[in-house]
């Protein structure tokens, strides 16, 4: 069965870090590209991090650059996304995504991200 799981969300204090794991099952994470996506209440969800299939190349939105930094463990079958200096307005849903050019797109199920004072 294929999954994506997410997991390390959490609450924290502002200027408080978080680690997300994104952990793939059934199917070969090193064919895809990882993307980390963030949900905010009442707002569209917005782009966060990406990174190539062999982790050579990253992309960051913006709001995020310098904060967060996203990885992958290809052997084992997980990409991460280290979140520094964490600020109220980084409090969403953060979701991951498989996808690649001719292969089926995954989304994982999401894990809250909560900061405030």
């Known amino acids: 069965q294929v999954q994506l799981v997410g997991s390390g969300g959490g609450s924290v204090h502002p200027g408080g870090s978080l680690r997300l794991s994104c952990a793939a099952y059934?199917?070969?994470?090193?064919?895809?590209?990882m993307t980390w996506y963030r949900q905010a209440p009442g707002k569209d969800r917005e782009l966060v991090a990406s990174i190539s299939r062999a982790g050579g190349n990253t992309d960051y939105a913006d709001p995020v650059k310098g904060r967060f930094i996203i990885s992958r463990d290809n052997a084992a079958h997980t990409v991460y996304l280290q979140m520094n200096n964490l600020q109220p307005e980084d409090t969403a849903l953060y979701f991951c995504k498989a996808h690649g050019p001719g292969r089926p797109t995954y989304w994982g199920q999401g894990t809250q991200v909560t900061v405030s004072s």
């Open positions: 059934g199917f070969t994470i090193e064919r895809y590209s």
